[in-house]
């Protein structure tokens, strides 16, 4: 039963497309607010934390599209943690992402594919470009098949005082 479960988190978001839906969005706003604090354009500039909360099933989305899913069950209280950090010697921005993944156990650095452990903060952009959104949800979930036709509408949406 687990190996079905495990199945589900990875199709939910198997392909570019998918990740893009699911996890881009959060991406992309998590990616701009990164790049305010390095340009010094974050209000209030002295801003050291944003903090979200998500489904078990959003976390997962979130690491299929940076590539940093390997399948696993994601656990209750699965915690994904980013951290900014600028090197001081170079003043390069580089990121280092922590998955919590049980109930009593620690957060475990992550490696990003192609990037590593503390990756820079462009190039995790960079690498990431083709699941951020640039269209608007209307654009990216219409039906890419020429054949596709629509389902009927459901009796609650064809008259919205049915019983049904």
Not at 40 to 58: C, E, I, M, Q
Not at 59 to 66: F, K
Not at 92 to 117: H, K, M, Q, T
Not at 144 to 151: A, D, I, M, Q, R
């Amino acid at each position: 039963m687990q190996f079905l479960a495990e199945q589900s988190f990875i199709y939910n978001a198997y392909t570019k497309e998918m990740q893009k839906i699911k996890g881009g969005p959060f991406l992309k706003k998590m990616f701009a607010e990164m790049l305010e604090k390095r340009n010094g354009k974050l209000s209030p500039g002295n801003r050291k934390l944003f903090v979200y909360a998500a489904h078990d099933w959003t976390v997962g989305n979130i690491m299929a599209s940076l590539n940093l899913w390997e399948g696993q069950m994601l656990r209750f209280a699965v915690t994904l943690i980013f951290e900014l950090h600028q090197n001081q010697q170079t003043g390069e921005y580089y990121i280092e992402i922590y998955l919590r993944n049980s109930e009593d156990g620690c957060a475990e650095l992550l490696s990003v594919p192609n990037c590593g452990a503390q990756c820079p903060l462009d190039r995790l952009i960079d690498l990431n470009a083709d699941v951020i959104p640039n269209e608007t949800y209307e654009e990216r979930c219409k039906a890419k098949n020429s054949n596709f036709v629509e389902p009927p509408k459901r009796a609650v949406e064809r008259d919205p005082n049915s019983k049904l």
